[in-house]
């Protein structure tokens, strides 16, 4: 329904936070509509905002990871990424709207980190290609994807106590096979590699 002017923002009233703790702020709201109306319950939510990392080594292969992922009950191959810690800026030991949010530098170096704890390798050729809302319709935790090229491997994975993965390198021919109808099932992770591929 139009109002017949540019006024389309939602005004929050009321907001429950059914969930919070130090993975995620999880909201039940009520809204205020253009037109007057109040809608609710409507949800949303933050998380860590996170970084990905398009790697590629030395001969052109892309540096993958194999993990299990329990919101589709499969195991993916996908890029190295990692949330970006926010408990070192904020004052509360819980997830809120607002500490989830970063700066690139945080987010470069939450990439840095994460691709040599989770494969090993590190890189002197970076480049930021995009940073974006990852999901903009319930969440206001945003994706900072980074291309790493020229990788060498330094040492040996790091990983956290909950973390399997193993690395898995792979060419341009077969990640695109993964990707067309295979384990390549991350949305963001295939928008990485299309801006990694068309960003000059």
Not at 82 to 93: M, Q
Not at 153 to 163: P, R
Request: contains cysteine.
């Amino acid at each position: 329904m139009t109002t017949g002017n540019d006024n389309l923002e939602w005004k929050e009233v009321h907001v429950d936070h059914v969930c919070q703790d130090e993975w995620i702020d999880f909201r039940r709201c009520d809204y205020k509509l253009p037109n007057g109306e109040i809608i609710g319950p409507v949800y949303n939510y933050s998380k860590h905002s996170f970084s990905i990392v398009v790697a590629t080594d030395e001969n052109g292969d892309f540096i993958c990871v194999r993990q299990y992922r329990h919101g589709i009950d499969e195991i993916t191959t996908e890029f190295p990424a990692g949330a970006i810690e926010y408990k070192e800026k904020s004052d509360v030991p819980y997830i809120t709207f607002d500490n989830i949010l970063s700066t690139e530098e945080e987010a470069f170096d939450a990439a840095k980190r994460e691709l040599q704890e989770e494969t090993g390798y590190v890189s002197d050729n970076w480049k930021h290609l995009m940073t974006i809302p990852a999901n903009a319709t319930l969440s206001n935790s945003f994706v900072h994807i980074y291309a790493a090229t020229d990788c060498h491997k330094v040492s040996e994975q790091e990983l956290d106590e909950s973390e399997f993965l193993y690395v898995k390198r792979l060419s341009e021919e077969e990640l695109l096979k993964r990707m067309n109808g295979g384990d390549f099932k991350q949305s963001l992770h295939v928008l990485a590699y299309y801006l990694f591929k068309n960003t000059p």
